[in-house]
């Protein structure tokens, strides 16, 4: 067999919806793509536990507190999921780690702006998991098995995240003036860059064109971006709140909000580095995986001494 | 040591509350059998997902050829008799 042959293969493979799974045949660039893609949605999830991390000690009250600690816990598992759906594609835990750690490997620019307030756990909830949601859902249909059966899971699971930020800010723009104030400013903080999350605009996505042949992805990144800016238009209204964009109306005809124009320099400095805590956040993962050597060496030293004894004790009897 | 590889891969199973068979979840890696179901329980029942997890060393399990799926699976094509619905029985039968 030819690689054209199981190159057409494949392509009918997809045209069919049938899902690709590990040890099927795949072409290099479809592995290559759903490594980087998978990888950097891993990572997303990780490092996106640090900006939240600094609201778990000063949440006000209890409810909140347990509540962002189980988001918190949640994504952790959602990054797990995730790093073994990019594990199924032939690539070791720690080379992800590795290129997460040397700034090979990118995660969303979102996590690299700081939290300023309490009011920015709202955000977050409402705004970025909102845009993550609209990201994902589409991806449980994902060509790629393990992918998709992973994002099914993290959508199921992702679902109060959003809620509990909404309700965040609700409570805040329903309290005093100076706690409305504080749920304002964190929307216009948080609106752009929440808006940037979906990637450079479709003529400039350089990754787009091969992923929507191939059906890794379903839908471009300014359809997506325009179904976050329709759904979240009315959610804002509900709180009271105005989205910092004075060119966003209504088009009646198209029945869709217009919105201005993105700072793509704004995006494009963030992703190569230069974001209010871009080294912030590498640092901190470095960190806790060098700090946790001895924790990974000492639970392999006992499971390596657990085994020993176990064969020798079967010497013996 | 501490240039040890990375812990081996487990694969996860859990059982529902419905008793249902133990369903493949996902996988997870632990340095040995009790980690990996002390993390299968924090990773993959944080919502009451199950009352039994199994856990399985990924390299002790033999998966099919996808290679040879038609040679695998195709001979079950043909044979729709296994099902009920090949049969013709009369419409005033109407419990079978």
Avoid at chain 1, 144 to 170: D, T
Wanted: net charge negative.
């Amino acid at each position: 067999m030819t690689t054209i042959n199981l190159e057409e293969q494949f392509m009918n493979r997809l045209a069919l919806d049938e899902k690709i799974e590990p040890k099927d045949w795949m072409p290099e660039k479809y592995r290559k793509t759903l490594v980087r893609q998978i990888a950097q949605h891993a990572h997303s999830e990780i490092v996106g536990m640090l900006p939240e991390a600094n609201y778990i000690s000063r949440a006000p009250s209890l409810r909140r507190k347990a509540a962002l600690l189980a988001k918190i816990q949640d994504e952790a598992g959602h990054g797990l999921y995730l790093y073994c759906a990019a594990e199924t594609l032939g690539v070791e835990r720690d080379t992800l780690f590795e290129e997460l750690h040397s700034g090979k490997a990118k995660y969303s620019s979102i996590f690299n702006y700081p939290t300023l307030s309490w009011a920015d756990m709202g955000a977050i909830g409402w705004l970025v998991d909102g845009a993550a949601i609209l990201n994902q859902v589409p991806l449980c249909k994902c060509s790629y098995g393990p992918y998709a059966r992973a994002m099914v899971r993290v959508c199921k699971e992702e679902s109060f995240h959003q809620r509990q930020g909404f309700e965040i800010l609700l409570t805040l723009s329903n309290g005093s003036e100076a706690q409305k104030q504080m749920a304002q400013d964190s929307l216009n903080r948080w609106w752009w860059p929440s808006m940037m999350m979906f990637g450079p605009s479709d003529a400039d996505s350089t990754n787009s064109e091969y992923s929507m042949k191939t059906k890794i992805k379903r839908f471009s990144n300014d359809e997506l971006r325009q179904r976050f800016v329709d759904a979240t238009k009315p959610q804002a209204d509900i709180l009271g709140l105005t989205i910092p964009d004075p060119n966003l109306k209504y088009n009646e005809e198209t029945k869709h909000w217009e919105y201005g124009e993105i700072d793509w320099e704004e995006f494009n400095n963030v992703v190569q580095g230069h974001g209010a805590c871009n080294k912030l956040r590498v640092k901190a993962r470095k960190d806790a995986w060098e700090e946790g050597q001895w924790v990974r060496d000492a639970a392999t030293a006992y499971a390596e001494k657990k085994e020993l004894r176990k064969s020798q004790t079967k010497q013996v009897a | 040591m501490s240039n040890s590889k990375s812990w081996p891969l487990w694969e996860v199973f859990i059982r529902s509350k419905h008793g249902l068979s133990h369903k493949h979840v996902g996988s997870l890696h632990a340095s040995d059998a009790d980690m990996a179901i002390e993390n299968a329980r924090d990773v993959y029942t944080r919502r009451q997902e199950g009352i039994s997890i199994w856990v399985v060393e990924s390299k002790s399990i033999t998966a099919s050829d996808p290679k040879l799926n038609d040679a695998m699976f195709e001979p079950a094509e043909d044979k729709v008799y296994r099902h009920p619905t090949f049969y013709e029985l009369p419409d005033e039968l109407k419990h079978m």
